[in-house]
Structures are given as structure tokens and as C-alpha cells.
């Protein structure tokens, strides 16, 4: 077998292999041509979700007639000025992108530079092969389509899924870019249809993101956002967060840019997962937008054909960077929780509200009485129930905690819900969740300041276990005594737990050590538990926290919400599920038709 040079056209039908893989990538390589041609504003439009059409109009700085030619050219590129591979300060080394799609497909690239008297040209490429350079009319920038894309590869149409599917991994990298460039307009049409139609945002850019994001992500998020500004070393990370109740049960809400550049990246994202463990379930994942800047030396983009991943030179700088500032932004939040979780309050309640009156249930003086009761039923499960309320008094010392964010105590509803009044809606709080959240900041404070306090106990407490759960237990013994809890063998599958920690009160030793045992079992023995704090800690504070069904008075419910206000992540329990819920005045109004 003799070694022979390949054909240029099946050169760069591999290379387009490499980098066109689908519609949305040959979208993708455009628009970023696009952007980096310091277009204002980008119109893409697709027919057949991309097979019949993809045409990408910009109104950048435009090509001459001489570099049109050289643009569809294998090699060619306007963005490496100092031929320098490891500083690329542009979307990348797109000098494949052109010659690849034209290879596969019919393009037609038309150009028109800047200036009064600049002349527009047109030339196409079919299939790999170059047609003459033509005038053309076309105002100031670059329009290029592409036409029966894949055409000269069948076997690739092959592997295309439907028109929607295509359409929406293009949307999808669409919005991607149009987030990390708020200040340009997009809009993607597809066979006569608006998919996207975003205008250019004015003013700073950190006001512009939000704007952008909000567009893209949903106002929702817009309006539960926390802002991320942080700088160490030479690298700057910015963007938007999500409050831990704000949460999905996928990841494909949380968009990360490196120097402007969509990326999906796994040190990223563990990172996140990082910052969000001690807030959120592991098996949900918080809403964000963060944007790395660097030097350009410090990354390596080139590490994917089509970019979606990055090396950096010091990746536990960046790690540290980006848990550092989302922790620092989520305990500053403080007992925040998403406005979200009062929207789904209001939203179960509404069916009620709006449901078509009958006579059933109302009685002379007492019209609408059903309804309201079972509006109020909604937020409060049970209610309409055996009452099991108990009414504070509306003394004037309570009324003075109506200032503060969580407001006055007002009742205890079954033994587990706290109803508080602000000065503007009242505020519904999960007494045990609150509390669990409350007894796990204050571990881990005791806990990084020395060690959790300890109360013993005056008669040991001696717990039988599977003699398996006893040995995980025992081997970890050191590490449970710096979070309060001394235990030592009593005989085979047996412990006796001499020390508790001291914030947890009374509590059921045997159920404890039982849970511990569960969760140590799937921590496994290769991390410790400062490693694996989140969970350890959040087992034992929940066996310290108040019990539902346990009833308080007005000083321990105000004693509650003041905790709350002054704790960090007190606006979700340890698994990201919200601890209260705020309805203001007006929305209970709208319920009641009063407004």
C-alpha cells in the first residue's frame, strides 16, 4: 500500500467533519465571525432546520474583493495578527470555518467594506470548488448563506435529527453568544418564523447582562439574581447567580464564558457544584451566567475542534475563584429566598380563587366565605381541617417586629407552620427546615473556630448497630469528636455515645448514630469528613432542629425569624428547598378580587 496526498476537496470535507458536525455549529462558526468583525447586529435565518439554508447577515467591517477570495481559502485567517497559537485574543482560529462549510455545501459569500465608496462582491463555492468573483449590491458588512448543507457528504444527513431538534441546539448556541455580547442585536428567523428576536442593550455592561439574561433565561431569574464581581491575580469573574431555591433539575441553565467564549467545561462546573453544596440537593442545580476574563496566555482554547473546551494553566486559581465569590454572594444573600417559591404559593392558590361560585357554603352575611377559605387552604395544607391554630397576642412589642424582613409572629398553624406579619404581606415559615438551617450554620462556625462544644451525658447511652455500621463509625471517631459527638465500642455491633453535641439538645442518640452510619456508607472511606462536611453535618443538625409538631410560644416563633435574618442561607434548609414563603398584600388582594 502506497502513501498518497489527499485530494484539497476531501481535505476539507475532514476538516468540516471536525468542526460542522451539525446546522447549529455551521451557525456557530458564523455568527462568531460575525461578532468578531465588531458587528452591531447579527440576523441569521434557517430553512429545514439548517439542511436547505443557513444565511448569517452582519453589518461588520466587511471584506474587499482580495479577501473574500483569500477568506474561503484553507489557512487563511485575519485573527492571528503575530501568528502566535497560545495568544488568541479573538472567537478563536476560524480559518477552516469558511473552506470547511464549503465543502459540504453551496456558499455564497457577499461583502462589502466599510466606506462611501467601497464596492460590494460576491463569490460562491460549490462543493469545494470556486466560482468567479462577481459585483454585488449589499449595504456595509457580510452577508454569507449556505445552502443544501451536507449535499457533497449524504451519509451526514443521515445522522441529523428533526427540524425542531436542529432548530433548537442552533437557538441554543445562538443564545449562548448573545449572552456574552448583550450590547449586539440577534434575531434567528426559520422558515418564515421568529424564534429570537433580541434588540442591542444600552448602558454599562453589567446592567446590559442582567437585561440579557433576563431575556434569554427568563424574568424570573432576572429577578432573582445575585451579582458576581470578583478579581484575583490578573482574572476577573462577573455575571449572575441564582438564589439555591431557584433550582432545576438539570444543568443546562448554567451558561460559563472564558473570555467571551461559550464554553462546557468540567472544572466549571465542579466548582459550581462546590459552591452550591452546602446550599442545594445534590441532585439539583442552580440557575447562573458567569464570565471568566484572563490573559490569553493563561488558557488553551485549542484544546476542542470546535472550542466548547478550554485548559487553563492554573486551574486551581480559577476553581478557587469561582467558589470563592458564588459562596460569598450566596451567604450575603442572606436569609433570601426566590420569589418563585411565593409565585408557586399563589399559583396553587389561584385555581381556588378564580373557580365558578355556587350556593354551597355560603350563608346571608357571608358571601364569598368558601372561597376565601379555600384560598387560605392552598398556602396552608390541613387547614381546612380540625383548626389546630394558636393566635398570638397583637401587643404593641410584637407589632414593632413587623419592620423587620420576616416580620411579627402572629400564629403557629399546626404545630409546624409559623405566620408571621410584615408591614406589606405576611410571611409563612417551615419551622424545622428554618431551624435545621439555623443549627447547621452554627456547627459549622463552632466548627472552624475549634471544634463543636460538647455536652456529656450523665448516663452513656449505648446504641446497637450492625456490627459493619459500628466499624464505619469507630474508624471515624476522631473526626465525630470535632463535631461534638464521642463515642466508643461497647461490645460487638455496639457504641456508647458518652458526648453530644451541646447545640443539639436532647436528641434520639440511636436514630442519630443509625443516620450517620447511612451516610457514612456512602461517603465511602477515601474522603474525610471536613471533605464531605456539608453532609455529615446536615444529618446531625437535623436531629437537633425543632420538630414539626412541636408547638411555640410568641418569644420562641420571633426568636426564629430574628436567627433567620442574622444567619447566612437561611432562606433554604440544607437541600435547597425554601424555609418560608412571603405573600405580599397586593398579590392576597388580587386573590380576594380586591384589586
Not at 489527499?6 to 455568527?31: D, F, H, S, Y
Not at 467571551?260 to 459550581?272: M, N, Q
Request: hydrophobic content about 45%.
Amino acid at each position: 500500500m502506497t502513501i498518497r496526498r489527499l485530494p484539497e476537496t476531501l481535505v476539507n470535507q475532514i476538516a468540516a467533519g471536525e468542526v460542522v458536525e451539525r446546522p447549529a455549529a455551521a451557525v456557530k462558526e458564523l455568527v462568531e465571525n460575525a461578532l468578531d468583525a465588531q458587528a452591531r447586529h447579527i440576523d441569521v435565518t434557517m430553512g429545514d432546520g439548517g439542511r436547505a439554508l443557513i444565511s448569517v447577515t452582519d453589518d461588520g467591517c466587511g471584506m474587499t474583493a482580495d479577501e473574500i477570495v483569500l477568506a474561503v481559502e484553507r489557512h487563511a485567517t485575519s485573527k492571528l495578527p503575530d501568528d502566535d497559537l497560545v495568544r488568541i485574543d479573538t472567537l478563536g482560529f476560524r480559518g477552516e470555518a469558511l473552506p470547511s462549510i464549503g465543502a459540504v455545501a453551496r456558499l455564497n459569500v457577499t461583502s462589502r467594506p466599510n466606506g462611501a465608496d467601497a464596492q460590494a462582491w460576491s463569490l460562491a463555492v460549490e462543493g469545494g470548488r470556486q466560482d468567479t468573483l462577481k459585483p454585488a449590491a449589499q449595504a456595509p458588512g457580510t452577508r454569507i448563506e449556505v445552502r443544501d448543507l451536507f449535499y457533497a457528504t449524504p451519509a451526514r444527513l443521515k445522522f441529523l435529527k428533526t427540524v425542531r431538534t436542529e432548530l433548537g441546539h442552533a437557538q441554543d448556541a445562538l443564545n449562548r453568544l448573545a449572552m456574552a455580547y448583550p450590547h449586539v442585536g440577534f434575531t434567528l428567523v426559520a422558515d418564515g418564523r421568529d424564534l429570537l428576536r433580541l434588540n442591542a442593550a444600552e448602558g454599562e455592561l453589567f446592567d446590559a447582562r442582567l437585561r440579557r439574561l433576563g431575556a434569554i433565561m427568563g424574568r424570573e431569574f432576572a429577578e432573582n439574581a445575585l451579582p458576581i464581581e470578583a478579581e484575583r491575580e490578573g482574572f476577573r469573574l462577573s455575571g449572575y447567580i441564582g438564589l439555591p431555591t431557584l433550582n432545576r433539575g438539570t444543568a443546562q441553565h448554567q451558561y460559563l464564558f472564558v473570555n467571551g467564549r461559550p464554553v462546557r467545561d468540567k472544572l466549571l462546573h465542579g466548582a459550581v457544584r462546590g459552591a452550591y453544596r452546602d446550599v442545594l440537593a445534590h441532585d439539583r442545580h442552580p440557575m447562573l451566567a458567569l464570565f471568566l476574563d484572563l490573559p490569553a496566555d493563561a488558557v488553551d482554547v485549542n484544546v476542542h475542534p470546535a472550542k466548547a473546551e478550554v485548559r487553563f494553566r492554573d486551574p486551581g486559581l480559577v476553581r478557587g475563584l469561582i467558589v470563592g465569590a458564588c459562596k460569598h454572594a450566596l451567604a450575603a444573600a442572606g436569609h433570601r429566598a426566590s420569589s418563585s417559591v411565593a409565585m408557586a404559593a399563589l399559583g396553587a392558590a389561584r385555581p381556588f380563587a378564580e373557580a365558578p361560585r355556587s350556593s354551597a357554603g355560603f350563608t346571608a352575611g357571608g358571601r364569598g366565605f368558601a372561597n376565601a377559605a379555600a384560598v387560605y387552604h392552598a398556602p396552608l395544607p390541613g387547614l381546612a381541617a380540625a383548626p389546630s391554630a394558636v393566635a398570638t397576642p397583637a401587643n404593641d412589642s410584637v407589632a414593632d417586629f413587623e419592620d423587620y424582613p420576616l416580620g411579627a409572629a402572629r400564629a403557629q398553624v399546626h404545630a409546624t407552620y409559623v405566620v408571621a406579619q410584615t408591614d406589606d404581606g405576611i410571611v409563612i415559615v417551615d419551622q424545622h427546615a428554618a431551624h435545621e438551617r439555623l443549627v447547621y450554620e452554627r456547627m459549622k462556625r463552632q466548627l472552624a473556630d475549634g471544634g463543636v462544644a460538647s455536652q456529656i451525658l450523665l448516663i452513656p447511652e449505648v446504641v446497637e448497630l450492625e456490627e459493619a455500621a459500628a466499624s464505619r463509625l469507630t474508624a471515624r471517631a476522631e473526626e465525630l469528636r470535632e463535631l461534638g459527638l464521642v463515642i466508643e465500642p461497647f461490645g460487638p455491633g455496639a457504641l456508647a455515645v458518652r458526648e453530644t453535641p451541646a447545640l443539639l439538645g436532647e436528641i434520639d442518640a440511636g436514630a442519630l448514630l443509625r443516620d450517620l452510619a447511612d451516610e457514612l456508607s456512602e461517603l465511602g472511606d477515601t474522603l474525610s469528613l471536613r471533605e464531605r462536611l456539608g453532609e455529615v453535618c446536615s444529618t446531625m443538625a437535623c436531629h437537633g432542629s425543632v420538630r414539626a409538631g412541636r408547638r411555640l410560644n410568641v418569644e420562641e416563633m420571633n426568636a426564629l425569624l430574628r436567627q433567620m435574618e442574622e444567619t447566612p442561607h437561611s432562606g433554604q434548609c440544607n437541600h435547597g428547598r425554601p424555609t418560608y414563603i412571603e405573600l405580599k398584600l397586593a398579590d392576597i388582594e388580587r386573590l380576594f378580587g380586591r384589586r
